[in-house]
């Protein structure tokens, strides 16, 4: 089945920094969506790209879309608490019957 | 009310109770789904409904027991459950099964399972 690998398993920053992380299918997906998910809540959807190159910014995130169409990437600037968290990616094609989702991205903000 | 409602919030249930775990979403989706997340571990898909039939059991046991009676409501029957089911469980629904426009997510019931 299609496996999404997700890295960095967690980072360690400080307020301020910028962050990148990234995700890597093992086939080609037509949809890739970035979650985040706040400690003992559910994941909320952050970005939705659907074209191959297609970046696309949500405040200060932002989510690229890879030419391959295999990987995908989420990049933070200038981190605050409320960044804390984890950061899903997900991909799916047109017919699927799920999504797949990728194992996480612990994000922690060090004083 | 908007979005996906799970309740309880939380739960503490004996190895020998039964209990039901409460999923409902007026956004006019038609797929539904459980996932369960333990703790620094990944999601993991539990059970698929699309237009209130089942369409996967991610090879589940049978101590967990879900029910889709319309698109609207997802329950998850709990029975004689052992210690390591203790997790986060995660309802969410999707306008279409395969999620091209995402899936939206309930907060979760937090399991304990003493």
């Known amino acids: 089945g299609q496996q999404l690998n997700q890295s960095p398993q967690s980072m360690f920053i400080q307020e301020g920094e910028d962050v990148s992380m990234n995700c890597t299918s093992s086939s080609i997906f037509n949809t890739w969506l970035w979650y985040k998910q706040d400690p003992g809540e559910g994941p909320v959807l952050l970005i939705a790209l659907y074209k191959a190159g297609e970046l696309t910014s949500n405040g200060r995130l932002t989510a690229q879309f890879g030419i391959t169409r295999k990987d995908s990437f989420l990049n933070i600037s200038a981190s605050i608490p409320s960044d804390v968290g984890i950061y899903f990616c997900a991909g799916t094609n047109f017919g699927n019957e799920k999504l797949t989702f990728g194992t996480g991205t612990r994000l922690t903000i060090i004083p | ?57 991610n090879s589940v046991p049978s101590r967990f027991s879900p029910e889709c009676p319309n698109s609207s409501h997802l329950f998850l029957h709990l029975h004689t459950l052992q210690p390591e089911d203790s997790a986060l469980y995660l309802c969410a629904s999707s306008q279409d099964a395969g999620g091209n426009y995402g899936y939206t997510f309930g907060s979760g019931t937090r399991l304990t399972v003493v």
């Open chain 2, 1 to 57: 009310e908007t979005g996906v409602t799970q309740t309880p919030r939380h739960l503490v249930m004996g190895m020998t109770n039964k209990k039901s775990l409460k999923c409902e979403q007026h956004l006019g989706h038609n797929a539904m789904y459980w996932y369960k997340q333990s703790a620094k571990k990944p999601l993991e898909l539990m059970f698929v409904y699309n237009f209130k039939e089942q369409t996967e059991n």
